[in-house]
């Protein structure tokens, strides 16, 4: 097992490298001065000559990669070109928040996703069934803005129940940090509820039709049993490698979200980054995405092999 | 009986007391503000932040006349080229750093020759500044400089902590240390910045607030939303779409004024060969594109009525606007006229425009327009940063761009229409222009300068480097608990005297 972890995040390496160089170049094809875009509305051209001197923009393209790539190996992203400060120190400022968010619209699509998934696939064909499917594709094709927007507009302006944006980190203040959260979490929760629930649905589909699904059956075990422990179990892992997904997805920022709820995660950061031409911090955010996402890919086939023991034998 | 009552009376009080010692305000901004260092930023918003935490040496009123601050009093010498200040005693830095004129020296210099200063160009005619008493300076000017004293009250004129520059260099911004009203507390990016009451403030009675919090919200619906949940207690910049609205609401308070800057049509006149087209080079045709416009009806329809109609680079409510050349009226016929004129039937043109929604709305109208005229107007909607570039790179033919406006006229249109003005990105030069302008910044007359700007003015409005079109307002949303707030043409939120009613 562990050599297989091994061999996988060995693998990792060459694509975050084309991922770096990737994002790198993408960067140097955009239009737009980052220079011009930092030295305020008097672009005084001694100012700019300064800055580009400075933060290396004169050099070739490839000397500025490979300064660039030395440094993040030593774990020196640079510093933003529009506060000054390191990136390291944005990241680390941002990754807690934009985790916390993930890992709360996860609860959220579990909950509502998974329960749907299970009974819409049992009560197939029936007016359940048609309702779950109703309220997934609403909740997929529901832009996750306008449903913010709304959200703030009737529980913060008209109910009062919940602060209308911001952030409260979860260690200094608990219940008003939930509090901030629990809408943009909602709204990213509900769409990926949404995919959860189809996915579910139709790998129970796939097991409920099973030759030992039916011996289940005609041994006489309860429905309950038969559901629970025989289907969604082996029903369960398309849903785990789904799951890990879109948590790492999450976790590259929900950029709508967070700008209507005001929450200062990964999103909100590489937008206000690439529109101000602040590369080192969209290429210091993309990178730390990157790994991110490849570590959730890593987890979800770990878990996959542990949920399935036929994998062991692959390995 | 006595006990319950005297620890009644002990409640009761720390209730009071509890209420009187937390009263917070927390504004609403449209952006985060960048670096806090008064040298190195260049946002507007960050100026909003500046407003309560760094003093400057003078101040404006809102109807742009200058009064003390930092300094006391001033006065010119008789070539104008030296200014002398004398400044506040008993000012200090929140470090308790003493102000005095060792402070104002260091600062300038700091301006001047930090290489990231930002502050250099404002300060470009000041050759030395001396301390001549322990609150006395003199600035030394190279050539006179009527702007000068606009410069000293933004950025250029904000005193920062010499001892604490010195110890953070260019971290300064991430613990700003001035002598303003307020102090800095925290900053958490894009989330908000915290600043508390500094009680040795010189003039620390008529500011009522204990704590001030800026919270940049960039959606204004969500900005909007949060002022009237409550979570704000005011907001700046909100939408002139939710003016209707805000004025309608008796829980809020609507407050606006016509700012200092301008939004308009950039003509690419000679920079590159872009600029080599009939449209660049026929003034005939960029006076038939102006009087195509309808000015009126898009501020009616693109911004509920909040903007004021322009035709120059000050609105026309400012003291500097040259009466003689009023707001044209649209007319399509003699636009027509000049079109012919030029001998010209038709002629395409293309415009870029920042990608939101309000500008591409408003270009859209104006595309409608001058349609009717004759101009095929194609509009390249752009990112701004993209769009800022191919602007100064002369890859543009016209450019739907603004500007924030300054104090003195001077910042408003020296660097873009002379020849070699730092962001003539037009390209437009003219040496009677320049004489003009340059002799406005060279005395501190005001009616002598005024004569001088409607000289510049008769010119530019025939040559139209720059089609101006309407000048936006600042506008404010508050809690009607909030009392005693003013409205100033530079956008900027003065916390002196305004209170909240419990």
């Given at each position: 097992m562990l050599s297989y972890i091994g061999r996988r995040l060995l693998i990792a390496i060459p694509t975050l490298i084309i991922v770096s160089i990737f994002v790198f170049s993408l960067q140097k094809i955009l239009p737009g001065d980052p220079v011009l875009a930092m030295a305020g509305e008097d672009r005084n051209p001694e100012t700019l000559e300064y800055l580009r001197e400075k933060y290396r923009l004169n050099d070739p393209v490839i000397h500025q990669y490979f300064y660039w790539i030395g440094g993040a190996l030593q774990g020196d992203l640079g510093i933003s070109l529009r506060t000054n400060q390191p990136v390291t120190q944005l990241i680390a400022a941002k990754l807690p928040v934009t985790i916390q968010l993930a890992i709360m619209s996860m609860i959220f699509a579990f909950a509502i996703g998974i329960p749907m998934g299970i009974l819409s696939a049992v009560k197939k064909g029936t007016v359940l069934d048609y309702v779950a499917n109703i309220v997934a594709l609403s909740g997929l094709s529901i832009p996750n803005f306008w449903l913010g927007i709304m959200l703030i507009l009737l529980?913060?302006?008209?109910?009062?129940?919940?602060?209308?944006s911001g952030y409260e980190p979860f260690f200094r203040d608990p219940i008003r940090s939930l509090e901030t959260m629990i809408m943009p979490a909602f709204v990213l929760g509900t769409a990926l509820a949404a995919t959860l629930m189809r996915h579910t649905r139709s790998a129970m589909l796939g097991v409920l039709q099973a030759d030992y699904v039916r011996t289940a059956r005609a041994k006489g075990l309860s429905e309950k049993a038969v559901i629970l422990k025989h289907t969604f179990r082996n029903a369960v892992l398309p849903i785990v490698t789904l799951s890990a997904l879109l948590f790492g997805e999450l976790l590259a920022g929900a950029v709508l979200t967070e700008q209507i709820f005001t929450i200062p995660g990964f999103g909100k950061l590489i937008v206000d980054a690439v529109f101000n031409r602040d590369y080192a911090v969209v290429q210091g955010v993309v990178l730390c995405t990157a790994i991110g996402f490849i570590l959730m890919n890593l987890v979800a086939d770990v878990l996959y092999v542990l949920l399935n023991p036929r994998m062991r034998q692959a390995l | 009986m006595t006990l319950k009552r005297l620890m009644a009376t002990l409640l009761a009080s720390a209730a009071l007391t509890g209420s009187a010692m937390a009263v917070d305000l927390r504004i609403g901004l449209q952006e985060d503000p960048d670096v806090l260092d008064p040298d190195q930023s260049r946002t507007f918003v960050g100026r909003i932040v500046y407003t309560s935490l760094c003093d400057k040496l003078v101040d404006i009123t809102p109807d742009l006349e200058y009064v003390p601050q930092l300094a006391t009093e001033w006065s010119w010498s008789e070539d104008g080229r030296q200014l002398t200040m004398q400044l506040r005693e008993g000012a200090t830095f929140h470090d308790g750093t003493p102000f005095n004129a060792e402070a104002v020296v260091a600062n300038i210099d700091r301006s001047q020759n930090l290489p990231e200063s930002r502050r250099q160009s404002e300060l470009a005619s000041v050759t030395g500044v001396e301390a001549t008493g322990e609150y006395e300076v003199v600035f030394t000017l190279e050539a006179p400089d009527a702007t000068l004293l606009a410069q000293l009250s933004d950025r250029a004129g904000m005193m920062i902590s010499p001892t604490a520059a010195e110890e953070a260099g260019l971290d300064f911004g991430n613990n700003p240390v001035c002598s303003g009203p307020y102090q800095f507390v925290e900053r958490v990016q894009q989330d908000r910045i915290v600043l508390e009451k500094f009680a040795d403030y010189w003039n620390a009675d008529n500011y009522h607030f204990d704590r001030v919090t800026y919270l940049p919200i960039p959606d204004t619906t969500v900005r909007l939303a949060n002022l009237q949940a409550g979570d704000l207690d005011m907001l700046e910049r909100l939408a002139p779409s939710d003016a209707p609205a805000v004025q309608q609401d008796e829980s809020l308070i609507y407050e606006d004024i016509v700012g200092l800057g301008y939004q308009g049509i950039t003509v690419n006149i000679d920079n590159g060969p872009n600029g080599d087209n009939p449209f660049g080079n026929e003034a005939k045709l960029r006076q038939a594109f102006s009087l195509a416009i309808d000015r009126n009806a898009i501020n009616e329809v693109v911004f509920q009525g909040t903007a004021s109609p322009g035709n120059q680079h000050v609105p026309p409510s400012s003291p500097w606007y040259v009466q003689d050349f009023p707001v044209p009226e649209r007319d399509v016929e003699a636009a027509r006229a000049l079109l012919e004129e030029a001998g010209v039937d038709r002629m395409a043109v293309e415009a870029q425009v920042p990608n939101n929604p309000v500008q591409q709305q408003m270009m859209q109208m104006v595309q409608a327009m001058v349609a009717e005229a004759g101009f095929d107007l194609s509009l390249k909607a752009t990112e701004f940063a993209s769009m800022l570039s191919a602007q100064t790179a002369g890859d543009y033919q016209l450019s739907q761009v603004g500007w924030s406006g300054r104090t003195d006229p001077d910042g408003n249109i020296h660097q873009f229409v002379?020849?070699?003005?730092?962001?003539?990105?037009?390209k437009y030069c003219n040496e009677e222009v320049d004489r003009l302008l340059n002799a406005a910044r060279e005395t501190n007359e005001m009616e002598e300068r005024k004569a001088l700007y409607a000289e510049a003015q008769a010119i530019l409005n025939e040559d139209l480097p720059i089609i101006y079109l309407y000048h936006p307002s600042w506008i404010w949303a508050l809690d009607?608990?909030?009392?005693g707030f003013v409205a100033y043409p530079d956008g900027m939120i003065r916390l002196e005297n305004v209170t909240m009613a419990e």
């Open positions: 529980v913060s302006v008209n109910l009062g129940w919940l602060p209308a | 002379t020849c070699e003005g730092g962001i003539n990105d037009s009607n608990t909030i009392e």
